[in-house]
């Protein structure tokens, strides 16, 4: 039966299918609730406020961190899900979790290390963010990990190969069977990019890597900026761009609220089984995906691949690659916790090692194994 407020297809603690090891249920929050409260309270959520998102953490305080985008996420996942009458809670602990197992360095390190693990079955940051709550946080008596909801987890895990899925049990099952996940986990997946797409144009602007007559001809930024002139003629610099972000931000969230609605009534979804069973659900409308698309080329072309992110982003791979050949061909160098883990998979040890890391503690290990004329 559904809860209060919620759509009948929405996930409810009564038809979760609850935590792998099961505890007594909350006394004054939900099942979710807790959930999110004990991702808040980890030591890899803390962490996210020292890793890159696109800038390295120490080039400006205004830029966002991984921490900030996490909040982003998960503000604008929230009221997406309140208005299709979702689990708020739900959606918002996927959000807080959904990068948690990300490298330092951003996507250039995620890449560098993946290379590294090619040989030893390569690493994907979502499976990395799973790991992160199912098994490396150490901080409960009974547990490893953070024993979340199964919808948590199927929610943190949003894409996955075959040759993982095999191995993951039912968590894997849907890969393989072709089955989506909740509304919610769609949703924390989609408003991912939401907040990306925006922030980074903000961060780029800001930073002045990009110049805001670049984006004349970006439909999305363009028009809003137009309608934001309409009614502030005048209006210049950091409010003009503010106010056309946040228009942007409206504009794709009412989008998918309303492109959303249409498809849950078209397919005829009256349960959470039906979700599953159902084509993705929560998409942006046909008009809104050439437009999209125009915008994340453009930031591809323009900040991603800008050569002042390019100096920092080689750099970083340089540093993700060092520290693991030398870890690799030396485990004692881990520390002990780690090397008790690497005589079991010792390149995964490693992974796990240097995907925690911050992007200050990565640099800083690299000057204690490197720097020369600094053997202390
Ligand atoms: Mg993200």
């Keep these: ?44 959520f803390r ?50 979790a959904h990068d948690l197992g990300h490298t330092p360095f951003g996507h250039a390190g995620q ?11 390569g690493f994907e940051h979502n499976l990395q963010s ?35 899925a095999l191995a993951l049990g039912d968590l894997g099952q849907r890969f393989l069977e072709g089955r989506q996940p909740s509304l919610e986990g769609q949703l924390a997946n989609v408003c991912d990019e939401i907040a990306y797409n925006n922030h980074d144009v903000d961060d780029g602007l800001r930073s002045g890597l ?8 970006v439909e999305l930024f363009a028009v809003e900026r137009r309608a934001v002139l309409a009614r502030h003629p005048g209006l210049a610099g950091r409010r003009l761009v503010h106010e056309t972000i946040r228009r ?6 009412v989008d998918l609220i309303q492109t959303t609605t249409e498809r849950i009534e078209a397919n005829g979804i009256a349960t959470l089984d039906d979700v599953h069973r159902a084509p993705p659900l929560v998409a942006y409308s046909d008009a809104l995906k050439a437009p999209l698309r125009e915008l994340k080329r453009f930031l591809r072309e323009n900040l991603y691949r800008h050569y002042q ?34 005589r079991e998979d010792k390149a995964r040890a490693i992974a796990d090692y240097i995907a925690g890391m911050t992007d200050r503690y990565a640099m800083k290990e690299h000057r204690r194994l490197f720097a020369v004329g600094e053997i202390h």
Aim: hydrophobic share 40%; net charge negative.
């Design 47 to 96: 962490r996210l406020e020292y890793k890159t998102q696109v800038f390295v953490n120490h080039e400006g305080d205004l830029f966002r961190t991984r921490l900030t985008h996490s909040i982003e996420v998960a503000q604008i996942t929230r009221s997406v899900a309140r208005a299709l009458s979702l689990n708020e809670d739900l959606a918002e602990a996927v959000a807080l």
């Design 111 to 121: 890449d560098a290390l993946n290379d590294c693990m090619k040989p030893f079955g």
């Design 248 to 253: 942007m931000i409206n504009r794709m969230a």
């Design 1 to 44: 039966m559904a809860e209060a407020g919620l759509a009948p297809y929405a996930v409810s603690d009564a038809n979760s299918r609850g935590r792998r090891l099961v505890e007594e249920a909350p006394t004054a929050r939900g099942e979710f609730q807790r959930d999110r409260d004990r991702i808040v309270h980890s030591t890899a």
């Design 210 to 217: 990009i110049q805001p007559e670049q984006l004349d001809d």
């Design 130 to 164: 799973l790991r992160t709550i199912d098994l490396l946080e150490e901080r409960y008596a009974a547990f490893d990990g953070l024993n979340l909801m199964y919808e948590t987890r199927e929610g943190v895990l949003k894409h996955c190969s075959r040759t993982h």
């Design 309 to 342: 992110v390019l100096r920092m982003t080689n750099k970083a791979r340089r540093i993700i690659r060092d520290l693991f050949d030398a870890f690799l061909a030396e485990p004692a160098l881990l520390p002990p916790q780690y090397q008790a883990r690497a």
